[in-house]
């Protein structure tokens, strides 16, 4: 199967990076990605810019619905990203992103 195998959990994320600016991911192991990120082994954009604050994660029955949300959530500009983490919530944040109602039982965890 190309994405992987039919039942993994696939997250979101959100970091916030050392210089400010925001880097948005998918990856199904939070801890291992992020450790990949500290070391300058994540993605091209992170290399340099560390520290990271981790600013919420979602989880996705699969990489294409992860990628998906990815791609919209890139597609915003950073404030209106953070008014929604700041003021919504993540579900709100992730809704947005789809621009429609998070399917039932996801939650954007902090």
């Given amino acids: 199967m190309p994405n992987g195998k039919a039942d993994e959990v696939w997250?979101?994320?959100?970091?916030?990076?050392?210089?400010?600016t925001l880097y948005c991911g998918v990856t199904n192991n939070i801890e291992r990605r992020l450790t990949q990120h500290h070391r300058g082994r994540g993605a091209r954009y992170t290399r340099g810019r560390a520290p990271f604050i981790l600013l919420g994660h979602a989880p996705f029955p699969g990489r294409?619905?992860?990628?998906?949300?990815?791609?919209?959530?890139?597609?915003q500009p950073t404030d209106q990203k953070?008014?929604?983490?700041?003021?919504?919530?993540?579900?709100?944040?992730?809704a947005g992103a789809l621009q429609s109602a998070p399917a039932e039982g996801i939650t954007w965890n902090p």
Avoid: H, M, P, S
């Fill in 11 to 20: 997250f979101v994320y959100l970091l916030r990076c050392a210089d400010g």
């Fill in 64 to 75: 294409g619905e992860a990628q998906r949300v990815e791609y919209r959530i890139k597609r």
């Fill in 82 to 94: 953070l008014a929604c983490l700041a003021t919504i919530g993540g579900d709100a944040f992730v």
